[in-house]
């Protein structure tokens, strides 16, 4: 075992997955400008890498890791948390506080601008979660909002937020999340989208860094902004540039060189291992919490509610058959190197609550598949011969082991003679939509949180409307999520989760299958990677300096 995979088994311990993070040895350091507001030891450019694609820098109209990572650097939250933890703490806030059980109060700092010059206020709030709800664009991440009942501001530096369940033990993380950044009213329409060049163009922006050119998923040029008032302080680096690739190779290879000094999500797992043989390169592990899993549509899947010869019995069956055949331990080790981990559950291992209902349940019951187990409930259930399964893969937005995963699980299931799979793939701009759209009838997905509790792998996924638009509804899995989220107790929150993931492993609305990492590139003059992998799932560029 290498000394980066022991600590990769040491923070699953903590935390439940892991996340990588490589530095290259030098860099470029054009483009932002600005030295003159970045700390005096730090005032080159920070060149940074990735594979991640912006949807949209309107928070109201994207849900997705890249679109996620840069409003981190240029918007602010009320609360956030500092690098290296993942509590929340105030950010545009002094205070917040449960002022009752349904009402959480937050008292804005004084003094607020927007890098335009326009004031920050209460109203910038109320709008901001306002029109989050009012869009509710379907790319967006209006669903987290759904306990706001009300927000009033009693005067220019107070926001009351009214919630519709008392003591929503996840609200605190909600306002740290990709529905919370805090946008300019004065800029942003209350009812559609603002596009990237508007908001570019009105330097609508109050973070660590404003926007000093933009082309949209090609480079963007951060410079640091000198007048911001939040958690994460003046950035140890005058500004950073984003460049995307399409190709994780290029980008590997461009670590190698030293044409940028970090790379974050995502590089294979085959790359990860030799970049920790170059001498030139530093391989950073911190906590994570993405996962992989498969989806079932329960109206399209086979045996689906409106699947020819439509069969509940039948569809659970298969389901299970599936679940008894998948061998995660195998994908891990012969795709993914160790890099992602089996998972046993819809809630990763390290976070509260979590448990192994799936390996209890399924397979040998110590993580082994069994073929003996998926031939009796394909039996009992009255079914005979293969059954085909469409199973649709996303060759780009998860990288390119997923071809090698999806290979690997259409093997896994069609050795048993139970199955025959009809493996295709679609690129992600066609197959996000798709796939929310009934086009597949079993699928590819992954997760990357927006914030640190077991709440964030529940409630967006299995109560009713929730995103992945799969048709499954099951009444006491949703009583019991609304339960966990207002139960003060831990111990007994704590059981009633558990509870929720032995159900969803007995409907299998999902089949999740590993848990791992975000990986990220930087050189061994590089400082700072490893404070910004930690457990609040965020990337800050503000960290990292040369």
């Known amino acids: 075992m290498t000394k980066s995979t022991k600590a990769l088994r040491s923070a699953i311990a903590l935390a439940g997955v892991s996340a990588f993070a490589l530095t290259a040895c030098t860099g470029p350091s054009g483009g932002g400008g600005g030295g003159s507001t970045a700390s005096e030891n730090a005032s080159s450019v920070i060149a940074y890498g990735t594979t991640d694609k912006v949807t949209a820098l309107d928070p109201a109209g994207s849900y997705d890791n890249g679109s996620f990572m840069v409003m981190n650097q240029i918007y602010s939250f009320l609360l956030n948390s500092k690098p290296g933890g993942a509590d929340p703490v105030p950010d545009l806030a002094e205070s917040s506080s449960f002022t009752k ?20 206020d209460s109203k910038d709030v109320k709008f901001s979660f306002d029109r989050q709800t009012a869009i509710n664009d379907p ?83 951060l410079k640091a902004w000198p007048d911001y008032k939040g958690v994460l302080g003046k950035p140890a680096n005058a500004g950073a540039t984003i460049k995307y690739y399409t190709d994780q190779t290029n980008m590997k290879l461009e670590v190698k060189g030293g044409q940028i000094d970090v790379a974050n999500r995502s590089l294979s797992a085959t790359d990860i291992d030799d970049l920790k043989k170059d001498s030139s390169v530093t391989v950073h592990v911190g906590p994570g919490g993405e996962m992989r899993y498969i989806v079932f549509n329960f109206d399209t899947m086979p045996y689906g509610a409106k699947a020819p010869e439509a069969d509940p019995k039948k569809a659970l069956a298969v389901r299970q058959a599936a679940a008894n055949l998948i061998d995660r331990q195998a994908i891990s080790d012969q795709v993914y190197k160790g890099t992602y981990l089996p998972m046993w559950s819809n809630v990763p291992s390290g976070f509260v609550g979590a448990n192994e209902s799936f390996k209890q349940a399924y397979g040998d019951g110590s993580g082994k598949p069994s073929l003996d187990k998926a031939k009796k409930v394909m039996s009992d259930a009255g079914i005979t011969g293969p059954v085909t399964i469409k199973l649709q893969y996303n060759p780009d937005h998860y990288g390119k082991s997923s071809g090698d995963e999806y290979a690997m699980v259409k093997d896994q299931l069609e050795k048993s003679g139970l199955f025959t799979v009809d493996l295709q793939s679609t690129e992600w701009v066609t197959y996000n939509s798709a796939s929310k759209k ?55 929150r704590e059981k009633t989760i558990q509870e929720v993931q032995n159900l969803l492993a007995k409907d299998i609305s999902t089949l999740p299958l590993l848990q791992g990492a975000q990986v990220a590139v930087s050189g061994t003059k590089v400082k700072g990677v490893d404070s910004t992998l930690d457990a609040s799932f965020k990337f800050r560029l503000g960290t990292v300096s040369k």
């Not at 987290?144 to 107070?158: E, V």
């Not at 990237?196 to 963007?220: C, M, P, R, W």
């Not at 299995?462 to 019991?480: A, C, K």
């Open 101 to 120: 059980p349904t009402e959480f109060t937050v008292k804005l700092k004084s003094d607020l601008k927007w890098a335009n010059g326009h004031v920050l």
């Open 139 to 221: 790319n967006g991440p209006a669903s987290l909002l759904s306990n706001i009942d009300s927000i009033a501001t009693p005067d220019a530096s107070t926001v009351v937020f009214t919630l519709k369940n008392a003591n929503d033990q996840t609200f605190p993380q909600i306002l740290t999340s990709p529905a919370a950044p805090i946008v300019d009213d004065e800029v942003f329409p209350a009812d559609k989208l603002l596009s990237d060049e508007d908001i570019v163009k009105a330097n609508a922006f109050h973070g660590q860094y404003i926007i000093d050119s933009y082309n949209k998923n090609t480079l963007v040029s």
């Open 438 to 492: 009934d086009s597949y009838p079993v699928f590819q997905l992954g997760w990357f949180p927006d914030f640190s509790d077991a709440d964030n792998y529940l409630t967006p996924f299995f109560v009713r409307g929730g995103f992945m638009n799969n048709h499954y509804s099951n009444s006491e899995v949703e009583t019991l999520i609304a339960k966990q989220l207002v139960t003060a107790d831990k111990a007994e």
